[in-house]
Nanobody, 125 residues
Framework: QVQLVESGGGLVQAGGSLRLSCAAS????????MGWFRQAPGEEREFVAA????????YYTDSVKGRFTIFRDNAKNTMYLQMNSLKPEDTAVYYC??????????????????WGQGSQVTVSS
């Protein structure tokens, strides 16, 4: 069974930085796409960033472009989300996600079949 284990959430002041990690464990998979989503209280889960496992192209929602960076370490089977210049509106539970085959657009949560447990990110003003 494959597991995605997240770490790195926390409380930070506006303008600060956090780095989220998502480590894949279990049977070896050749990931097609890995991504990050977030969900604020009372809101729908929304796409944040994604990348294909064998490419360097990255994709972001407009509200985080220039502030967040998604990257991976293939040797560690780990994906990261570096979040800089954080704003109070970035407060949410962040989830990493992965899929091993094409299931739909990478910006849609139903395109992913593996999910992390979620990490709370709170940005105070």
């Amino acid at each position: 069974q494959v597991q995605l284990v997240e770490s790195g959430g926390g409380l930070v002041q506006a303008g600060g930085s956090l780095r989220l990690s998502c480590a894949a464990s279990g049977r070896t998979f050749r990931w097609l796409v890995m991504g990050w989503f977030r969900q604020a209280p009372g809101e729908e889960r929304e796409f944040v960033a994604a990348m294909r496992w064998n490419e360097d192209n990255t994709y972001y929602t407009d509200s985080v472009k220039g502030r967040f960076t998604i990257f991976r370490d293939n040797a560690k089977n780990t994906m990261y989300l570096q979040m800089n210049s954080l704003k109070p509106e970035d407060t949410a539970v962040y989830y990493c996600a992965a899929t091993d085959r094409f299931r739909g657009p990478m910006v849609v949560s139903t395109s992913y079949n593996f999910w992390g447990q979620g990490s709370q990110v709170t940005v105070s003003s």
